[in-house]
């Protein structure tokens, strides 16, 4: 990751951005119907995520053009295997989250209020034209979840848009389906964290729930064009287990088809899980073997140094069309168009 400057010296906007995505109800709270939280917020109150507010009766989204920091990232990292391999991506985020997950990697963004990170002012216009600058194809809202900053996601990617550049979400997918369909209008290209395939640990670890997750699943699936890849964080004694992992492969393949990649990833201490021991490279192995068992065709490994574990081979013939470590490709044989040469099979994915 190469870090950049911060995109310019535009002013933020005057007064603070009207949110979306939500009502007044009758005692004269505000209901923020963004994502399945549904806060209820008394004047002053801010939701859950730390960035919707109720200012004197309206809803405000207090994230707006304010950014975290900006990194050059490989688009393996986010991770996106089958989207434009090899290429750069800015990416950027902003505080807070609308989840609570004990194992955060990210803990010093997502639980942290905007008074609290040492923000930069960015317009949707400064991060595209920071983007082509570095030469990125491709944009990423990321680190933080975007989610709860909806109203510029939809800004900067309509930007992005104009000027021929691609827009991904790096997400937990924890979302309305009224917000869904305008947030990712014009998006690209999507990794959904799927943290578990338990209810009990969605709940009691990320106080959140699986089922409106496994429903933006289904809808990217189904009802839109939108290029997405799985993450499965696998935290040790948790979420870990044989038979969870054979659940979820087993949704996988019939709710989503075999063409997803999944990415099993490793786990270090972090935030209020410091008890737990980093992932074994076995277990994510294990878990890999188990997934390509079951029929999906593109598993790999993350977070961990593994070439075979993070190579992407093709479905018919088994050749080694792009290979890897960590998130470097080493070599690529896969022709521009994503075919491969041997059998000429064309590969999921977005490749041109």
């Known amino acids: 990751m190469s870090q950049v400057q911060n995109p310019s010296q535009s002013q933020p906007p005057g007064s603070a951005h009207q949110a979306r995505w939500w009502q007044t109800e009758a005692d004269g709270r505000i209901l923020c119907t963004l994502c399945p939280r ?13 960035v919707r507010q109720n200012i004197d009766g309206t809803l405000y989204a207090t994230a707006y053009g304010k950014s975290t920091g900006f990194a050059i990232d490989p688009i393996e990292k986010k991770p996106l295997n089958h989207f434009l391999p090899g290429s750069p991506i800015l990416s ?31 317009l949707p216009a400064d991060i595209v034209r920071l983007a082509r600058q570095h030469g990125c194809p491709s944009i990423a809202m990321t680190y933080n979840d975007p989610t709860i900053f909806g109203e510029y996601v939809i800004d900067i990617a309509r930007e992005a848009r104009l000027l021929g550049l691609k827009n991904v979400l790096v997400t937990a997918g924890y979302i309305t389906p009224e917000a869904r369909r305008e947030i990712y209008a014009q998006i690209d290209a999507v990794n959904v964290d799927l943290k578990a395939f338990s209810e009990t640990f ?13 429903d ?3 809808w990217l699936k189904h009802e839109t064009g939108i290029w997405f890849e799985l993450t ?26 075999p063409d997803v990649p999944l990415h099993f990833t490793a786990f270090h201490p972090d935030f209020k899980m410091q008890d737990k021991p980093r992932t074994p ?21 993350g977070n961990v140094h593994d070439r075979s574990g993070q190579t992407t081979y093709c479905p018919r013939c ?3 069309l792009i290979e890897r470590d ?3 490709i080493l070599v690529n044989r896969l022709s521009p168009g994503g075919d491969c040469p041997d059998c000429q099979t064309r590969l999921a994915g977005v490749f041109a």
Not at 101 to 118: D, G, M, P, T, Y
Not at 206 to 211: K, P
Not at 281 to 301: D, I, P, S
Request: net charge positive.
């Open 326 to 328: 960590w998130h470097r």
């Open 232 to 257: 499965n964080l696998m935290i040790p004694g948790e979420n870990d287990s044989w038979d969870e992992t054979a659940r979820m492969c087993d949704w996988i393949l019939t709710q989503l088809g």
């Open 318 to 320: 088994q050749l080694a």
């Open 216 to 218: 933006t699943l289904r």
């Open 281 to 301: 490279t076995e277990t994510l192995n294990r878990a890999r073997r188990l997934a390509l068992r079951a029929g999906l065709k593109h598993v790999y490994v």
């Open 92 to 122: 950027f985020g902003t505080a807070g989250c609308n989840l609570g997950c004990r194992f955060c990697q990210n803990w010093h963004i997502s639980k942290a209020k905007l008074v609290e990170q040492n923000s930069v002012s960015a």
């Open 38 to 50: 549904f806060c209820r917020l008394k004047p002053g109150q801010a939701g859950f995520c730390y």
């Open 202 to 214: 969605y709940h009691k670890v990320t106080f959140s729930h699986l089922d409106p997750v496994l």
